[in-house]
């Protein structure tokens, strides 16, 4: 009931044709608290969530679903540098952390916060600006490396903006 009620909050992508609609806004928002929250108590600042770096996130989110893939680098090796280039954000760093199959908010950050790498990203203070999406797949499509049925496809990228002296 659970993963139902999700996937219809999430897009409706159970129920439509659409493989495109945005993140609801009270899930970024969810992800955004829990992540501030780790950052702030490690001694870092919140991050702030940047409309060209939501973009780059629900395009990779997309991506993943549409094209049957999980990899932070695309079949067609776009990687989230050049995604985030694409919306014409201009960064010193950038970081990228992508799950699949965490039902709610809660499930993914804590992923992220058990697996190294994605600790690194979410507490790495330089960054200062993030931008989140989950979408879920609506077909029953195989992707490599991704058990179970019920597929989420999570996705925050963080980054350092370029800063002009």
Not at 96 to 104: D, F, K, Q, W
Request: glycine share 6%; charged share 20%.
């Amino acid at each position: 009931m659970r993963i139902k009620a999700l996937v219809t909050s999430v897009c409706l992508f159970a129920l439509t044709a659409q493989a495109s609609c945005a993140t609801p806004r009270e899930t970024i928002e969810q992800v955004l608290a829990l992540i501030n929250a780790q950052r702030i108590a490690h001694g870092c600042e919140p991050l702030r969530l940047e409309e060209r770096l939501e973009q780059a996130a629900e395009r990779e989110s997309r991506d993943m679903v549409e094209r049957h893939f999980f990899s932070h680098t695309e079949p067609d090796g776009t990687t989230p540098g050049a995604r985030v280039r694409k919306t014409g954000y201009v960064y010193q760093m950038i970081g990228e952390n992508i799950e699949v199959n965490a039902e709610m908010p809660e499930l993914a950050v804590a992923t992220w916060m058990n697996s190294p790498g994605h600790r690194a990203n979410i507490l790495t203070c330089a960054f200062k600006e993030t931008g989140i999406a989950v979408v879920s797949q609506k077909d029953d499509v195989t992707v490599e490396g991704v058990p179970g049925v019920y597929k989420a496809f999570w996705t925050q990228v963080f980054a350092m903006p370029f800063q002009a002296h």
